[in-house]
């Protein structure tokens, strides 16, 4: 079966040159037992090793089955190793946490034995041994004796032709040991067994040969007893091990030695909440730095605002309007949302005091006001603002008593109305914006039409010419005043050039607005004049000045009733505010399937760059973090897996190749790194369910979107594949062996 012809065996260390054995010649057939005898040092174990494919030797030949062997690469000795050999070591080499019946089935797990097929062989071998009634038994509760019985046992379970039994009794009391050799005597009746002992008196009834070692040379070769030469015998087929077994023993790996996942889970779970915390803080800058974009023509910047208008441009119905503040994700909806974009005006009497605000409606404000009361006419207003500003904080009841009139953007008061701040509100303490004043429907009317007559181009059709009304110092005004009837207009006497032999009175001229939503158009009939001396009585103007009629003069006085029909033609143009910026999107969606033309306002915001330098610290950050967490995770794993090298050293010797190693240790740390990974996922949902409240999940389930748990996810299962891989390299840099006596 096995022939050494002249074969030696030498080991180089650190420059010098030892011999294990040499010039051996020695020939084994099927049917003996043999005992290696000889002083420590003399070569046994070297020889053993030898032949069991575990060393090289570097001289001589050795054949297998009559074919040589000395061109064997690592692979083939696998092969050789897989198909020949079973092990039966000193101290047993088993894997303490399994049962008996684990340590057995493994070797015909890794050679691709059949489940079914495994369990029958594994009872049967377990009997033979006399263990079945301790096959749930872990091993690491076993005595010696039992201990060396089951690794016979899976020694056996391969169905190699050669067993080979490196000091199998060396840690066994008397009785064990003879147990022990028995069995060894009865598996021999059809195998090669050849065994290494000290103590040759306990073998010798039972061996049939007598090999003696001494300085690494043959010193006696003698027969002790006949045998029966077994000439036919069937070789095993062996296969790998399969997928599904990979997975389960890769499984049971995981959860065996419960310390050791503890371990492992700690320090993925430290890994996934460094990245989750480091990631979602940078997430927030991000949404911050997004939001301190600006806009020119659209200042309320808010970020769940979303302006729409009809794609035919129409005006929407009272029923659109109330099915979109019923839309799901609606917070709410600003019909005339031009005016949340304009600044509003006041000043006090002798302009001592201009306030300058954002615009808001009374029926959006809620709560209660800090200072003063609510409005309860039309009016009244309320301001918010900051409670450190000098009018609003210490000197509240000044501002409440003092009388306000609208004001352009230049703080020109219009003096038509009077306004009296009832109401004041106070931002929260760490909130810094404008002050935003909130007005009644009829205030906000007013100025809606103010802001209608910006976006329009509205022209007077008088005498057959066309006039332009603007702001311009030579063209047409148009402004309301409670004196003139409905249908009536009241201009200057100085239009009378115009007219017919410089009469107007009874003449009409045609108002026309034109904007990108609508036309409209109202004839009107003159039917006053007035002049510098006559425009304080005709049209009630108070504190009226004669030098200032300048100011008055081209201004065409219209009804109130009029002047709103002119521009009030239904609203084209509305806001709808979702209630949480993550539905915007959603929103977004729904309302352009619906036939709305939308702007999302966080889409329009020119950014200052901030936003960027963000995105470029989060890259730059979490990268170095990932490679610092690889490192010290790497390390970490390492200690806690160096106590899994004999486990791996054992996967090997059983016929685990290299490739099944390293894909048992990819499969562990992928399954402790998903269960770290997962249950922070189902914090997070629990968290979002409100059953849990932990500051750091919030900010996470705040501003963390799918695609970030994705990311994630590829970044922790990544780091753990390359840990294996990494770890896996390392085993193998050490051989079989030598990994082995690390073990040792
Ligand atoms: P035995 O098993 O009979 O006690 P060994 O086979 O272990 O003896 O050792 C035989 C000889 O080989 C000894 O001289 C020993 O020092 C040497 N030897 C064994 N293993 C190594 C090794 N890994 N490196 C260097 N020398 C070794
Ligand atoms: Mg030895």
Redesign the pocket.
């Known amino acids: 079966m096995i022939k050494l012809k002249n074969v030696s065996k030498f080991?180089y260390?650190k420059g010098v040159i030892?011999s294990?054995f040499v010039k051996v010649n020695l020939e084994f057939s099927l049917g003996e037992f043999i005992a290696i005898t000889?002083e420590?040092?003399?070569?046994?174990?070297?020889l053993l090793n030898v032949i069991g494919g575990l060393d090289s030797y570097e001289e001589g030949e050795m054949y297998v089955e009559s074919l040589e062997t000395s061109h064997y690469m690592a692979k083939d000795w696998e092969k050789y190793r897989r198909e020949y050999i079973g092990n039966i070591y000193q101290n047993f080499n088993l894997i303490n946490s399994y049962t008996v019946y684990q340590n057995v089935e493994l070797v015909l797990t890794l050679n691709g034995v059949k489940k079914k097929d495994r369990k029958a062989k594994v009872l049967e071998l377990l009997k033979e041994v006399d263990l079945l009634k301790f096959k749930r038994t872990k091993v690491s509760k076993l005595s010696g004796g039992q201990k060396q019985r089951v690794a016979i046992a899976r020694a056996l379970a391969k169905d190699t032709p050669i067993i080979l039994a490196d000091e199998p009794t060396g840690n066994l009391d008397k009785q064990a040991a003879l147990s022990v050799i028995k069995l060894l005597s009865k598996i021999a009746k059809n195998k090669l067994v050849i065994i290494v002992t000290h103590n040759y008196e306990q073998v010798e009834p039972y061996v049939t040969r007598k090999i003696t070692?001494h300085d690494?040379k043959v010193l006696e070769d003698k027969k002790i007893k006949e045998y029966q030469e077994v000439t036919n015998y069937q070789k095993a087929s062996l296969k790998s091990i399969n997928f599904i077994d990979k997975i389960k023993l890769g499984f049971r790996n995981t959860f065996n030695i419960v310390p050791k996942f503890i371990l492992l889970f700690l320090v993925y779970a430290f890994i996934t909440v460094s990245l989750m915390t480091e990631y979602s803080a940078f997430r927030k800058e991000e949404y911050e730095a997004s939001k301190n974009g600006y806009n020119y023509i659209f200042t309320n910047t808010d970020d769940k605002r979303i302006i729409i208008n009809k794609k035919d441009r129409s005006s929407f119905s009272d029923e659109e309007i109330a099915k979109l503040k019923r839309q799901e994700n609606v917070d709410y909806v600003l019909e005339n949302d031009f005016l949340t974009d304009q600044y509003f005006n006041i000043v006090n009497e002798n302009r001592s005091l201009w306030i300058n605000g954002k615009t808001s409606s009374l029926e959006l404000f809620k709560g209660k006001v800090d200072k003063g009361r609510l409005p309860s006419s039309s009016n009244e207003i309320i301001i918010m603002g900051d409670k450190d500003d000098y009018y609003l904080g210490k000197n509240y009841e000044e501002l409440l008593n003092m009388t306000f009139y609208m004001a352009d953007e230049r703080g020109e008061a219009n003096k038509s109305d009077t306004l009296k701040v009832v109401g004041i509100k106070y931002l929260e303490e760490d909130v810094h914006d404008d002050y935003t004043i909130y007005l009644s429907k009829e205030i906000l009317q007013k100025l809606l039409f103010e802001t209608h007559k910006q976006y329009s181009n509205i022209t007077v059709d008088f005498m057959a010419k066309y006039h332009q009304v603007s702001d311009e110092v030579n063209d047409f005004k148009l402004v309301t005043n409670t004196k003139v009837p409905k249908g009536e207009v009241y201009v200057s006497d100085d239009l009378k050039y115009l007219c017919p032999k410089e009469y107007c009175l009874y003449c009409t001229l045609n108002i026309s607005v034109k904007n990108i939503y609508f036309t409209s158009s109202k004839d009107l009939t003159i039917t006053k004049t007035y002049n510098k001396d006559n425009i304080d009585k005709v049209l009630d103007i108070a504190n009226y000045n004669k030098d200032n009629f300048s100011d008055y003069n081209g201004i065409l006085y219209v009804n109130n009733d009029d002047y709103r029909e002119l521009f009030d033609k239904g609203i084209f143009q509305m806001s709808v505010f979702a209630d949480d910026y993550k539905n915007v999107p959603k929103l977004l969606s729904y309302l352009n399937k619906h036939n709305y033309r939308t702007i999302s306002l966080k889409d329009t915001l020119v950014q200052d760059g901030s936003i960027q330098l963000v995105k470029i610290l989060k890259t730059i950050i979490t990268s170095v973090l990932v490679i610092v967490m690889f490192f010290i995770s790497y390390f970490v794993i390492r200690i806690i897996l160096k106590s899994r090298n004999s486990y791996f050293s054992i996967i090997r010797m059983l016929g685990g190749n290299k490739k099944v190693t390293k894909e048992l240790l990819i499969i562990e740390l992928f399954i402790v790194s998903n269960i770290a990974y997962f249950i922070f996922v189902i914090i997070a949902l629990l968290q979002r369910l409100s059953i849990l409240n932990i500051a750091f999940i919030e900010t996470v389930n705040r501003y963390f979107l799918i695609k970030d748990y994705l990311i994630l996810y590829l970044i922790i299962t990544g780091m753990s594949y390359f840990i294996s891989l990494r770890y896996a390299k390392k085993l193998f840099k050490e051989s079989v062996m030598s990994t082995y006596r690390e073990v040792e």
């Open positions: 080991y260390s030892a294990g000889g420590s040092g003399s070569g046994k174990s070297t070692m690494g």
